[in-house]
């Protein structure tokens, strides 16, 4: 009796203490926001975010999204990101950087929301 008390205790205790999974319902338009200082934006229609740029340069074309967040490779790019309510998004977005003897992966992390 006492491990079956101890059982459903612990069974308890996580249930109560894993958080819900949020879901978002993606919402079209065109996303501005920020890495530190640098513009980041892109649009989102249809399953699909499209021409992701930072500092006013497209880097990533195009990417699926699925259930509000994306985790895409393009080239030796990687997008990746979620909606964190309806309107805002926020992700990372690395890129491979050559040095000298070899490259380096930089990555940046960034918040956008929804405009208009």
Do not use: C
Not at 56 to 71: E, K, L, M, Q, T
Request: hydrophobic share 40%.
């Amino acid at each position: 009796m006492r491990r079956l008390l101890t059982t459903v205790a612990a069974l308890a205790v996580v249930a109560f203490a894993a958080p819900a999974a949020a879901s978002f319902l993606a919402q079209p338009g065109f996303y501005s926001g920020f890495s530190g200082g640098t513009p980041i934006h892109f649009h989102y229609d249809h399953g699909k975010l499209t021409n992701f740029s930072v500092g006013g340069h497209i880097r990533v074309p195009d990417a699926p999204v699925h259930n509000a967040s994306f985790d895409h490779l393009f080239g030796h790019r990687i997008l990746k990101g979620h909606w964190t309510s309806d309107t805002q998004v926020s992700g990372t977005y690395s890129y491979l950087r050559e040095v000298r003897g070899g490259y380096i992966r930089q990555e940046i992390s960034w918040h956008a929301r929804r405009s208009g």
